[in-house]
C-alpha cells in the first residue's frame, strides 16, 4: 500500500472514531506485576496522534513479564511507529536506571491489535494491520557470480592474515541482523558502529604510527578513495546518500561543520575536497554514536553503512592486489 492511497483511506476516517489499539511487548530480566495510576505520566508518554489510555505490567514467572498498553488513535501508521520507536525506547531506558536491573530484553515480536476493528469493519474504515514491513527496511540477498568469487579470492589469499581483524569485525557487523529479512533503524546503529571497528583495523595496520583522524584523512587522499566518491556522484541514487549528509550539521572538534564543507566540495566538483569531508563526516557519525551524544547522527548511520562498506572492501582489495 502507498503512501497516497493510505492518505486516501485516512481522510475517510469519521471525525467520532478512534481506533482503540493494544499493544503486548514481553520483556525479559524483570518481575513487573502493577498498572500504571498516574494519569499525568500517561499524558507524558502520549504524543499528538497517540494517547495512552493504560499501561499494565503482568508478571508470567520466571524472567518474563507482559506490558499491555491501550492506546487511542487516528492515525494506524504512526501509532506502529510510535510503539516501536519511542513506547519501547521510554520503556527500556526506564528499567535500565532502576537500581536491580542486572539484565533486560524486550522482544522485538510486539503484537499491536486493534480492539474495535469490528466496528470499524462495520463503518467501512480501513484498517491497517500491524507489520514490520512500515519500520523497517527489507533486506535482499546479495547475487554473487563465480568469476567475481574467484577474482577476490586469488587477490585475496596471498595476503590473508594481515586483514584477518578487519574481515572479522566486518562479518560481526553483517551478522547484526542474524537469520531475520529486515533491519531497523537501531540495526542499522550497532552495524555501523561495529563496521568502523573493521575500518579501525583495516587503516590501523596501514598506518600503524597514525592517530584515528591523521589516519582517516590519509586514507581520504589515496586515489581509490577519490574515484570512489567520484562514482557515488555520478549515481543518483548513491549521490543522495552524500546530499543527506549535506541536509544535517555533522561536526567535528576541528572543523566544526564538516557536512557544511562537503556541500561546499560538492558544488565545486572539488573532488579531494569531496574525498576528504565525506570520510570526515563518515567519522565524525561514529564519533558521535561511540561516545553516546548521537541524535541526528544515529539517523545518518544507515547511509553512512552504505558509504563505509563498499569503501572498507575496496581499500582491502586494493591493498592487496
Given at each position: ?98 537500581k536491580n536491573v542486572k539484565d533486560l530484553s524486550i522482544d522485538d515480536n510486539i503484537s499491536c ?169 563518515l567519522y565524525a557519525i561514529r564519533n558521535a554514536v561511540v561516545h553516546g551524544y548521537a541524535k ?26
Open positions: 500500500m502507498d503512501n497516497e492511497s493510505i492518505s486516501e483511506k485516512k481522510s475517510k476516517i469519521p471525525d467520532d472514531f478512534f481506533y482503540i489499539v493494544k499493544v503486548n511487548m514481553d520483556i525479559s530480566g524483570c518481575k513487573l506485576n502493577f498498572k500504571i495510576s498516574d494519569r499525568d505520566l500517561l499524558q507524558l508518554i502520549s504524543c499528538d496522534d497517540c494517547m495512552v489510555k493504560s499501561i499494565c505490567f503482568d508478571y508470567k514467572g520466571g524472567r518474563k513479564s507482559v506490558l499491555e498498553c491501550i492506546i487511542s488513535t487516528k492515525d494506524l501508521l504512526k501509532t506502529y511507529a510510535f510503539i516501536t520507536y519511542e513506547l519501547k525506547l521510554l520503556i527500556i531506558k526506564t528499567l535500565l536506571l532502576i491489535a486493534i480492539e474495535n476493528e469490528k466496528e470499524a469493519v462495520e463503518r467501512d474504515i480501513p484498517i491497517i494491520p500491524y507489520s514490520e514491513k512500515y519500520l523497517e527496511l527489507v533486506v535482499e540477498p546479495a547475487n554473487i557470480k563465480e568469476n567475481e568469487f574467484t577474482y577476490i579470492m586469488k587477490s585475496f589469499i596471498k595476503n590473508y592474515y594481515r586483514f584477518d581483524d578487519s574481515l572479522f569485525w566486518m562479518y560481526v557487523s553483517y551478522s547484526v541482523i542474524g537469520k531475520s529479512n529486515v533491519k531497523n533503524k537501531f540495526d542499522f546503529i550497532s552495524q555501523y558502529s561495529i563496521l568502523w571497528t573493521a575500518f579501525n583495523a583495516f587503516y590501523s595496520k596501514i598506518y600503524p604510527d597514525k592517530r584515528d583522524r591523521e589516519a582517516v584523512e590519509a586514507i581520504a587522499k589515496e586515489e581509490y578513495v577519490k574515484e570512489y566518491f567520484s562514482c557515488i556522484l555520478k549515481s543518483p541514487d548513491k549521490c543522495k546518500l552524500l546530499k543527506e549528509f549535506c541536509g544535517e550539521t555533522v561536526v567535528l572538534r576541528k572543523d566544526n561543520n564538516v557536512s557544511k564543507k562537503l556541500e561546499e566540495s560538492m558544488e565545486k566538483m572539488d573532488y579531494d575536497g569531496i574525498a576528504l569531508n565525506a570520510v570526515l563526516c541526528k547522527e544515529s539517523k545518518l548511520c544507515r547511509d553512512a553503512f552504505e558509504i563505509l562498506n563498499p569503501l572498507i572492501k575496496l581499500s582491502i582489495i586494493n591493498k592487496v592486489k
